[in-house]
């Protein structure tokens, strides 16, 4: 397995932009596809965005579609949520995934990923 530690998190306000930043240990960073998933107070965890092992596949939630990008530097160790046009409604925790998955097919769900960060506190309000 391996440890992710997110960044980044903070207070903006809506129409802003957020950079959240998930750093890996490990060796093997490049065999996981990573995620992003959140979670509102009184909600279950919800997916958010998706990328296979290489960068070369990509999967997004519908409410983020055209506003987030996920990428990730597997000579880094890192993956990055860049997040515009902020809405209240993005309010959350933020938690970043790692799964061995299949590298043809990502799969979205939290089963999918076996090692989970933290969290990091967004919060979008005026």
């Known amino acids: 397995q391996v440890q992710l530690v997110e960044s980044g998190g903070g207070l903006v306000q809506p129409g802003g932009s957020l950079r959240l930043s998930c750093a890996a240990s490990?060796?093997?960073?490049?065999?996981?596809?990573m995620g992003w998933f959140r979670q509102a107070p009184g909600k279950e965890r919800e997916f958010v965005a998706a990328?296979?092992?290489?960068?070369?596949?990509?999967s997004y939630a519908d409410s983020v579609k055209g506003r987030f990008t996920i990428s990730r530097e597997n000579a880094k160790n890192t993956v990055i949520l860049q997040m515009n046009s902020l809405k209240p409604e993005d309010t959350a925790v933020y938690y970043c995934?790692?799964?061995?998955?299949?590298?043809?097919?990502?799969?979205?769900?939290?089963?999918?990923?076996?090692?989970w960060g933290q969290g990091t506190q967004v919060t979008v309000s005026s």
């Open positions: 490990g060796r093997t960073f490049s065999t996981y596809a």
């Open positions: 990328i296979n092992w290489n960068g070369g596949s990509t």
């Open positions: 995934a790692a799964g061995r998955q299949s590298p043809v097919m990502l799969v979205t769900t939290t089963a999918a990923f076996s090692s």
